[in-house]
């Protein structure tokens, strides 16, 4: 009996994202920063989230973490393209509490790996919201385009967006 063998990730023409947490997927545009919804930081999506445990949607690096209020991480894939998970919005005024950070720039991390942990209601009581952006920051030159997947629940099982190379 012959078996086929699974092509491999790093050779497909383009990169598969799910969403890093689990809950409701919200279209960028409808965040309320307007730096998200006028997707000047980028393409993507948001999500409301179930829990406050953030995972890496693909193996990768670190390429910065927020040291002090860790509320944000930029994760690298092998082929260059980077993904801004930002969690909540204006949480960075927060200076780190009710964040805890699993890693530090420059750790390689798996996929589904545990990357970050967040009370949500601690943010929420502070007035912050928890809407987390999830986006592929503009300008990279590694990135032909992004396909927005239509899915109205996000886990790290299903493709979110896929980034065409």
Do not use: C, W
């Not at 009370?119 to 300008?139: F, H, K, M, Q």
């Amino acid at each position: 009996m012959f078996f086929k063998r699974k092509k491999k990730e790093e050779n497909l023409p383009y990169l598969d994202i799910p969403s890093p947490l689990p809950g409701k997927i919200i279209p960028l545009d409808q965040v309320e920063d307007e730096a998200f919804s006028s997707k000047a930081m980028g393409e993507g999506f948001a999500i409301l989230p179930d829990s406050g445990k953030v995972a890496a949607p693909f193996a990768g690096k670190i390429a910065h973490i927020m040291e002090k209020s860790k509320h944000a991480v930029l994760l690298e894939h092998e082929s260059g393209v980077q993904l801004l998970i930002h969690v909540g919005m204006n949480t960075v005024a927060l200076k780190g509490e009710g964040f805890k950070a699993h890693v530090k720039s420059g750790d390689r991390v798996k996929k589904g790996q545990l990357l970050l942990e967040f009370d949500i209601d601690l943010i929420r009581r502070e007035g912050y919201s928890v809407i987390t952006p999830v986006v592929v920051p503009a300008g990279q030159e590694a990135v032909k385009s992004i396909e927005q997947i239509d899915i109205a629940q996000g886990s790290l099982e299903e493709t979110v967006l896929r980034i065409h190379f």
